[in-house]
């Protein structure tokens, strides 16, 4: 994972080939359900946080800070 400014760029090879993901927080409660765009996720409107974004076979974890 590759964060610029509000948005991240998901380079994991099991998320990247996916047409769509699901962010989900610490709680385990579903933030986001959608495709995602040249593999930009934007998370802008998410909180500071940790949060597992799950797409293909893969879940990746990141902090928004």
């Known amino acids: ?3 610029r400014q509000r948005q991240m760029c998901i380079r994991d090879s099991h998320i990247e080939g996916a047409n ?5 927080n610490a709680c385990g409660a579903c933030v986001f359900n959608g495709a995602v765009a ?3 996720l934007s998370v802008a409107h ?7 974004v799950k797409g ?3 879940v990746v ?3 928004k800070k």
């Open 61 to 63: 974890r990141f902090i």
């Open 38 to 40: 040249d593999g930009i």
């Open 20 to 24: 769509a993901v699901s962010v989900y």
């Open 56 to 58: 293909g076979n893969s």
């Open 1 to 3: 994972l590759r964060r």
């Open 46 to 52: 998410l909180s500071n946080g940790v949060y597992f």
